[in-house]
């Protein structure tokens, strides 16, 4: 069959829509399907020591506790969490459960919240969970504690990295962080820490 040229007239839009219907259905296979699980075994990297705070002030499970944490490059929000259970890459003591996290979402860079009241979290972020989760605002993604981090709803498809911890003396300490600290030394870097240039 010959073309003529007024076929372009269905033939490139035809063409455009295709290629857009691939390209969204491959992103949703891979954002629905494709999430990378969490290892069990964290590649560390050692770094500056700071303490969170005596082990007493996580009175229950699901306390929780904001910092920043320092990197060469900026310093990095973080959250710490006691936790009902052991996590892989956590850390136990005296049967208590701990684990920390970059609160740097590994979609965009945004900073994620840690979402304990559930009706309002499945309002703002349109996730249903029946336990705390972490939260992103951006784009609505949502990162489970009780996977180790693993994103489990939005566009996110890497867990949140996780934090070296180390208990001594009844006080708790980040010692490290997990690599590679996503977004910011992935394989696809993205260029913010906190919201500021890295
Ligand atoms: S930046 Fe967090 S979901 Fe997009």
Not at 36 to 65: I, Y
């Amino acid at each position: 069959m010959k073309l003529k040229r007024r076929d372009l007239v269905w033939i490139v839009p035809s063409g455009i829509a295709a290629t857009f219907f691939g390209w969204f259905g491959w992103r949703t296979v891979k954002i629905q399907f494709l999430k990378t699980q969490v290892s069990r075994e964290p590649h560390w990297q050692r770094a500056e020591r700071v303490k969170v705070g005596v082990v007493d002030e996580f009175d229950q499970p699901w306390s929780f506790r904001y910092l920043d944490y320092p990197l060469k490059r900026g310093r990095l929000p973080v959250v710490v969490l006691r936790l009902p259970q052991p996590v892989p890459g956590g850390l136990s003591v005296n049967g208590m459960h701990y684990a920390g996290w970059s609160r740097i979402c590994t979609h965009q860079g945004c900073t994620i919240d840690y979402v304990r009241n559930l009706e309002a979290g499945a309002i703002l972020y349109n996730y249903r969970a029946d336990h705390p989760f972490f939260g992103c605002r951006c784009h609505f993604g949502a990162f489970d504690p009780l996977e180790a981090g693993k994103a489990v709803f939005g566009p996110p498809r890497f867990p949140l990295p996780r934090l070296l911890l180390e208990g001594e003396n009844g006080e708790l300490y980040i010692a490290g962080y997990e690599t590679p600290l996503r977004p910011i030394e992935s394989y696809r870097p993205l260029k913010t820490v906190g919201g500021k240039r890295a």
